[in-house]
């Protein structure tokens, strides 16, 4: 067989299994072993790792990774690559493949079962079709993770790493910048996957902060705020926060913090950093516990 990761050796395996591409799970196969060398070069396994790989396709990245790696849990949705990953990883012992929607399966308990809990690493040429929710999802949920090393279409890595004033900056870059260090590791053009996609694409790590940048007393509530500021990005912050559903805050209080931290009552959530989201969401909550 024809080594995986090239045009040659993609070819032949899905031709052996009659695989037909589906649309809808986002698979677009890596067919150039430089960026596969370059995913697994700055993902900076070792043999004591333990890695998460989402959406493994016909197996390309999972042998790289397993060949690196103590072990590896790959997941993925598409029950017509089972046969064709059996076939593909037969000769590496070290990988668990788990036929599963990655957004369904509990990876804390995968992490506790398959690492005593320490942090994994994960690695993923990700479908974009659910880029964000398998990001946030990741990184809200606190599963013990080191670092987050994805390749992800090139507008999200934008978004990931933009910060206030320009039209990219939103919830995701807050998100990512408070749990995670992003860090461009390369840009991968349409022809090194197959099917090609119609969208340029960046590898990215994200290196999990041991502590956050900033201290936010209640997590939850400030990426509600800031959920609710993009929702409404044209609208003043105060106006949109106001108009927010379960909040529970009214114009005048948001006005009054924003005052308090020496804010024109005018600024738009577009212009406030993740430190003055953070001092945002704890003034107001220091406000609703004076007045219940
Ligand atoms: N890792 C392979 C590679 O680099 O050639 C394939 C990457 S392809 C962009 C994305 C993979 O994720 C596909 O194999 C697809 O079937 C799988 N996938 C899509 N949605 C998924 C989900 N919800 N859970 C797990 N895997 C998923």
Do not use: W
Not at 66 to 71: D, S, W
Not at 120 to 136: D, F, G, S
Not at 258 to 271: F, I, K, N
């Amino acid at each position: 067989m024809a080594a995986l990761g090239t045009p040659s050796g993609t070819i032949e395996i899905l031709k052996k299994y009659n695989f037909s591409f589906q649309k809808r799970y986002g698979q677009n196969f890596l067919i150039d072993t430089n960026i596969l060398d370059k995913i697994v070069e700055a993902s900076a396994i070792t043999e004591k790792d333990c890695v998460l790989e989402i959406g493994p396709g016909i197996g390309t990245m999972t042998q790289y990774l397993a060949r690196n790696a103590r072990e590896v849990i790959a997941v993925e949705i598409d029950k017509m690559l089972i046969p064709v990953l059996q076939d593909t990883l037969s000769e590496y012992q070290n990988v668990t493949v788990i036929n599963e929607d990655i957004l369904k399966l509990d990876i804390g308990r995968i992490v506790e079962e398959r690492n005593g809990g320490h942090p994994i690493k994960v690695v993923a040429n990700l479908p974009y079709y659910i880029t964000t929710p398998i990001i946030m999802g990741l990184l809200e949920s606190h599963v013990p993770v080191e670092s987050i090393t994805i390749m992800v279409q090139k507008e999200v890595a934008d978004r990931m790493q933009t910060g206030p004033g320009t039209k990219d900056y939103g919830a995701l870059s807050l998100a990512v910048q408070y749990y995670a260090k992003p860090e461009v590791v390369t840009q991968v053009s349409p022809a090194c996957f197959m099917p090609k996609p119609k969208v340029g694409s960046t590898v990215v790590k994200l290196t999990v902060h041991g502590q956050p940048p900033v201290e936010a007393k209640d997590e939850k509530h400030m990426f509600a705020l800031i959920r609710a500021s993009f929702n409404q990005r044209r609208k003043t912050l105060a106006n949109g926060l106001a108009n927010a559903s379960g909040l529970g805050l009214t114009r005048e209080k948001v006005v009054s913090a924003l005052e308090t931290m020496g804010l024109q009552p005018t600024v738009r959530g577009e212009a406030l950093t993740l430190e003055e989201f953070s001092a945002l969401s704890n003034l107001l909550k220091a406000d609703s516990f004076r007045k219940v």
